[in-house]
């Protein structure tokens, strides 16, 4: 529907998308189907939306700009796409600000040109954006700055494992996601596990598959009891990359490891998800320490844990045993911040 007191030039429209009074939609622009423009806004000819998208009144989408799926953009936000601006004076080419699928931006906020917003992010209301923001991060103020996560249904996250409002569990990291296994996930799990190379320091398990079946049925009967959390590492284009596994919940400490990455993983893969895992289990579960073992000829890893400033704290014929506190951990998180968003 286009509301006959609407400038609409485009002929690039789709279905069930309604543009109301006073609005201006250059030629050229592409509008996908089931979007609400509402009244006063206005679109340049160099502006692709989606499909599901709202944009509230008040709003001017400027050459280059492009909305996802679902993106919402609320009263009054302001957008550019020239740093150096000068009246009659234009770039040879305007830069691409993209909004990613399921973000939101609150009213009046502004955003500066070239940037990218991610997937299931949310700008809060009167922001200034000046920086790339990851998905699934909640950023406001002037400049707008990170203040927590929020879950892909829009509830911000609280020092609790499963969001209150859908009860889905992840980790948002700021090149992967840490989601809980399940059944579905079995193959990949078994495959994984069946790897002796990959394996050869941790526990054997069964070659047979039903019984790799019966133990994640066992476990998410633990994940629900709150005893036990299982993940799967995966992209933001959803590939899954490894496992890692939180266990052994006691009152102040907790233990971490099940750990394994594919080899064609991004080489950022291990350093993320060892982050992810501490920044859950001291930020949002309120642990103030881990405890782990480590297999002895696992040098690589033992290194590892040693560097990043776990603390010996005994021995037996097959295992060193380790603690590290989340004091520890805010000291070195400071140096590997690159990897956080």
């Known amino acids: 529907m286009i509301d006959r007191l609407a400038d609409v030039r485009s002929k690039h429209i789709g279905n069930k998308t309604y543009i109301w009074q006073y609005c201006v939609v250059l030629e050229d622009a592409i509008i996908g189907k089931n979007c609400n423009i509402n009244s006063h806004v206005f679109i340049e000819g160099d502006v692709v939306i989606a499909d599901n998208v709202t944009v509230k009144s008040g709003v001017q989408l400027w050459n280059g700009l492009r909305l996802e ?12 796409n020239d740093k150096f601006p000068r009246s009659k004076q234009y770039p040879h080419s305007f830069l691409r600000t993209f909004i ?4 939101s931006i609150g009213a009046n906020s502004t955003i500066l040109c070239g940037l990218t917003i991610g997937e ?7 922001s200034v954006v000046t920086k790339n923001i990851p998905g699934n991060t909640l950023w406001y103020g002037n400049p707008a700055i990170f203040k927590g996560y929020v879950c892909d249904c ?5 020092n609790h494992p499963h969001c209150l409002a859908c009860g ?31 394996t050869k320091y941790l526990s054997d398990i069964s070659e047979d598959i039903q019984v790799q079946k019966k133990w994640i049925e066992a476990y998410k009967d633990r994940e629900k009891e709150a005893k036990e959390y299982y993940f799967i590492i995966e992209s933001k284009q959803k590939e899954e990359l490894g496992l890692v596994r939180i266990y052994d919940l006691q009152k102040d400490s907790f233990s971490w490891g099940s750990w394994l990455i594919k080899d064609d993983a991004p080489n950022n893969t291990g350093i993320e ?16 320490k881990s405890h782990f073992e480590v297999r002895k000829d696992n040098l690589k890893v033992n290194a590892f844990h040693l560097r990043f400033g776990a603390v010996k704290t005994g021995e037996d014929n097959l295992n060193f045993y380790y603690e590290y506190t989340k004091t520890k951990y805010e ?11």
């Open 331 to 341: 000291k070195i998180r400071e140096k590997y911040k690159r990897y956080l968003s």
């Open 100 to 103: 990613k699928e399921n973000a």
């Open 120 to 126: 299931n992010a949310l700008i809060g209301a009167g």
């Open 168 to 198: 889905t569990t992840k980790i948002y990291g700021k090149n992967i996601t840490l989601r809980l296994i399940e059944l579905s996930d079995l193959n990949f799990i078994f495959n994984m596990r069946q790897n002796k190379n990959k």
């Open 154 to 158: 829009g509830e911000k996250l609280t």
């Open 273 to 288: 998800s060892v982050l992810q895992i501490y920044e859950f289990a001291f930020y949002r579960l309120s642990y103030c």
């Open 69 to 80: 799926d679902n993106v919402f953009i609320g009263p009054n936000v302001t957008f550019t």
